[in-house]
């Protein structure tokens, strides 16, 4: 019969559904089943038949494969050959080890339910299929053992029943919500439970074939002796009696085991901190991962339009994406959700590790950048000066006539000493950027050697205090007198009429140059960066105070903004 297209994904997924709708109902009538395969024996055909159909309810339950996977030809194959060899050999001794499994099966499903109802209802699953192991199966499969053949059959026909009855009881107020979560199970405490089963049922075997006793009264002696003995291990997890127990001595064991990943984020940080190009620390870091995780085989990484490979391909892929980061992961078997969920963690810190990295080579390259710019920058505004001095003697020059002249020659061995010296200063800083000239003068010489640089400029020159023999470093203050003098008179082009007044003022605290000029303010928000960073403005106060700022910094100077009023603006220069 041809399925029309679409049909058959409608009536699997109307399955996977109906399953997860009705999981409880269905494990009811997995463990009726169960209940009639026991009844019939597992010799007789009706009991092997009734098995099989309680194995396939149980496929349909199960929580270990999600209800709408779909399995492989090979996985189907494989399943059927050994539910069929189990069917045709069906006898006791296997339906106890059944009954093991699936009690731990049962049992791992109760710890992920906090309501009442859906615990209530798993216990008592759970209690029905200990008590089969325990009343029925073992019974049977050792012949040897003693027992009241009277109270087994009133067992076996009242018991089962009841406890079916109070499960169904238990699920009817639950309805459709008593077990709507993805298929889930605690594999530790499943574990636990089958190897508590399988000791329990081997003592009371023992007990009985050694004391010649009856069967109950040794399945009653090793139940009371397991519930003392955890009794005890549980009071030795956490006595609170002035030691830290058994629970504290677990913790300090797993956290000192050297798990795998933990080896690899060992491997992460001590690899960031030594490597400096991102795209190594990327391909070292998944070779890392290859050696140290024994999931991965290899994989392949792409970002930033680099692709590189690591390792040996495999069939099972997995990709993680994270920031720009496609991390696809080659695996020997397929990756449970867990561990998806720490590979996805995995590959999210390599991410950030390797875009951390990435952001530190910008930050290497823009902070390299600037050093130039600021270099290039300060050796332009000293250059401009220069040629402010140039242009001065070239006026001289001019007012000279010839040129030839007393003043004017007095005036060409004062400036070009001066000129000379201050360009092989401007080399030098070309050479070095932190090279800065400290030589020390005499303040006073050196301010009237300002006042000969600026005979037509229309500056007023004051001088207060008592001059000494205080001494000052020339290039700085140099530096200051042009920047702030330059800035001043480039105001006066564009508001004429201002008066621009420098100042050499001597006090106790050193010596201080202002500069003041009697125009316009610096506006607020301009003035709040001056000095502090480079501020973009179409004439002065931009990168040359920063520069000025930062040398006198340097120098143990520190430059400020004493006034912004409207009609006196005044810059200082002061010792700090």
Same mark, same amino acid.
């Given at each position: 019969?041809?399925?029309?297209?679409?049909?058959?994904?409608?009536?699997?997924?109307?399955?996977?559904?109906?399953?997860?709708?009705?999981?409880?109902?269905?494990?009811?009538?997995?463990?009726?089943?169960?209940?009639?395969?026991?009844?019939?024996?597992?010799?007789?055909?009706?009991?092997?038949?009734?098995?099989?159909?309680?194995?396939?309810?149980?496929?349909?339950?199960?929580?270990?494969?999600?209800?709408?996977?779909?399995?492989?030809?090979?996985?189907?194959?494989?399943?059927?050959?050994?539910?069929?060899?189990?069917?045709?050999?069906?006898?006791?001794?296997?339906?106890?080890?059944?009954?093991?499994?699936?009690? *731990?099966?049962?049992?791992?499903?109760?710890?992920?339910?906090?309501?009442?109802?859906?615990?209530?209802?798993?216990?008592?699953?759970?209690?029905?299929?200990?008590?089969?192991?325990?009343?029925?199966?073992?019974?049977?499969?050792?012949?040897?053992?003693?027992?009241?053949?009277?109270?087994?059959?009133?067992?076996?026909?009242?018991?089962?029943?009841?406890?079916?009855?109070?499960?169904?009881?238990?699920?009817?107020?639950?309805?459709?919500?008593?077990?709507?979560?993805?298929?889930?199970?605690?594999?530790?405490?499943?574990?636990?439970?089958?190897?508590?089963?399988?000791?329990?049922?081997?003592?009371?075997?023992?007990?009985?074939?050694?004391?010649?006793?009856?069967?109950?009264?040794?399945?009653?002696?090793?139940?009371?002796?397991?519930?003392?003995?955890?009794?005890?291990?549980?009071?030795?997890?956490?006595?609170?009696?002035?030691?830290?127990?058994?629970?504290?001595?677990?913790?300090?064991?797993?956290?000192?085991?050297?798990?795998?990943?933990?080896?690899?984020?060992?491997?992460?940080?001590?690899?960031?901190?030594?490597?400096?190009?991102?795209?190594?620390?990327?391909?070292?870091?998944?070779?890392?991962?290859?050696?140290?995780?024994?999931?991965?085989?290899?994989?392949?990484?792409?970002?930033?339009?680099?692709?590189?490979?690591?390792?040996?391909?495999?069939?099972?892929?997995?990709?993680?994406?994270?920031?720009?980061?496609?991390?696809?992961?080659?695996?020997?078997?397929?990756?449970?959700?867990?561990? $998806?969920?720490?590979?996805?963690?995995?590959?999210?810190?390599?991410?950030?590790?390797?875009?951390?990295?990435?952001?530190?080579?910008?930050?290497?390259?823009?902070?390299?950048?600037?050093?130039?710019?600021?270099?290039?920058?300060?050796?332009?505004?000293?250059? $401009?000066?220069?040629?402010?001095?140039?242009?001065?003697?070239?006026?001289?020059?001019?007012?000279? *006539?010839?040129?030839?002249?007393?003043?004017?020659?007095?005036?060409?061995?004062?400036?070009?000493?001066?000129?000379?010296?201050?360009?092989?200063?401007?080399?030098?800083?070309?050479?070095?950027?932190?090279?800065?000239?400290?030589?020390?003068?005499?303040?006073?010489?050196?301010?009237?050697?300002?006042?000969?640089?600026?005979?037509?400029?229309?500056?007023?020159?004051?001088?207060? *205090?008592?001059?000494?023999?205080?001494?000052?470093?020339?290039?700085?203050?140099?530096?200051?007198?042009?920047?702030?003098?330059?800035?001043?008179?480039?105001?006066?082009?564009?508001?004429?009429?201002?008066?621009?007044?420098?100042?050499?003022?001597?006090?106790? *605290?050193?010596?201080?140059?202002?500069?003041?000029?009697?125009?316009?303010?610096?506006?607020?928000?301009?003035?709040?960066?001056?000095?502090?960073?480079?501020?973009?403005?179409?004439?002065?106060?931009?990168?040359?105070?920063?520069?000025?700022?930062?040398?006198?910094?340097?120098?143990?100077?520190?430059?400020?903004?004493?006034?912004?009023?409207?009609?006196?603006?005044?810059?200082?220069?002061?010792?700090?």
């Amino acid at each position: 019969m041809r399925i029309p297209p679409g049909l058959g994904d409608y009536r699997s997924n109307t399955v996977v559904r109906w399953v997860n709708h009705y999981r409880g109902a269905l494990l009811i009538a997995t463990l009726t089943l169960l209940y009639l395969a026991l009844l019939e024996g597992p010799a007789s055909a009706y009991g092997r038949g009734l098995m099989m159909a309680h194995f396939g309810l149980f496929l349909l339950w199960q929580p270990l494969v999600r209800s709408e996977v779909r399995l492989a030809p090979f996985h189907l194959i494989g399943l059927s050959l050994v539910t069929l060899l189990a069917i045709a050999w069906l006898n006791w001794t296997l339906v106890a080890f059944w009954l093991m499994v699936l009690a *731990g099966l049962v049992g791992g499903r109760v710890f992920f339910y906090s309501g009442r109802g859906p615990r209530i209802f798993y216990l008592l699953a759970l209690m029905y299929v200990v008590a089969a192991l325990l009343l029925w199966a073992i019974p049977s499969a050792v012949p040897e053992v003693a027992y009241s053949a009277n109270v087994m059959a009133a067992l076996k026909r009242y018991l089962f029943p009841a406890m079916l009855l109070a499960m169904a009881l238990a699920l009817a107020p639950l309805g459709r919500s008593e077990d709507k979560g993805d298929e889930a199970i605690d594999l530790a405490y499943a574990l636990f439970l089958v190897f508590l089963l399988v000791g329990l049922t081997q003592g009371a075997i023992a007990y009985t074939l050694l004391h010649k006793a009856d069967y109950l009264s040794a399945l009653l002696t090793m139940v009371l002796s397991v519930a003392a003995i955890l009794m005890l291990v549980s009071w030795l997890w956490n006595p609170r009696v002035g030691f830290s127990g058994l629970s504290t001595i677990a913790s300090r064991y797993a956290l000192s085991i050297g798990l795998p990943l933990e080896q690899w984020l060992h491997s992460l940080t001590d690899l960031y901190e030594r490597e400096s190009d991102p795209f190594r620390l990327l391909e070292d870091a998944c070779l890392y991962m290859v050696r140290n995780l024994p999931w991965v085989s290899g994989g392949i990484w792409r970002t930033g339009g680099q692709t590189g490979m690591f390792g040996l391909s495999d069939v099972r892929e997995t990709e993680f994406r994270h920031q720009g980061l496609i991390l696809v992961l080659y695996t020997r078997h397929e990756l449970s959700p867990s561990v $998806k969920w720490h590979f996805d963690l995995v590959s999210q810190l390599l991410a950030h590790f390797y875009r951390a990295k990435e952001s530190d080579r910008e930050l290497r390259e823009m902070a390299y950048i600037q050093a130039v710019h600021e270099t290039g920058a300060r050796l332009t505004h000293d250059v $401009k000066n220069l040629l402010q001095s140039l242009n001065t003697l070239v006026f001289a020059a001019q007012q000279d *006539g010839d040129g030839g002249g007393a003043s004017y020659q007095a005036l060409l061995r004062r400036q070009l000493p001066a000129i000379t010296l201050r360009l092989e200063q401007t080399l030098e800083r070309l050479r070095d950027p932190e090279f800065d000239h400290s030589e020390k003068v005499r303040a006073i010489d050196w301010w009237v050697e300002l006042q000969r640089s600026y005979p037509a400029k229309g500056v007023g020159f004051e001088i207060g *205090g008592t001059a000494d023999d205080a001494k000052i470093p020339a290039a700085l203050f140099t530096h200051a007198a042009e920047n702030m003098l330059q800035n001043a008179i480039d105001k006066r082009a564009i508001e004429p009429g201002i008066e621009v007044t420098a100042r050499l003022l001597f006090d106790a *605290g050193g010596v201080t140059l202002t500069v003041s000029d009697s125009g316009s303010p610096v506006r607020p928000e301009i003035a709040a960066d001056v000095g502090e960073r480079p501020v973009f403005s179409a004439k002065g106060f931009g990168i040359g105070l920063y520069q000025l700022a930062r040398s006198a910094g340097l120098h143990g100077y520190l430059l400020e903004l004493r006034s912004n009023q409207p009609g006196k603006v005044v810059w200082a220069l002061v010792a700090n």
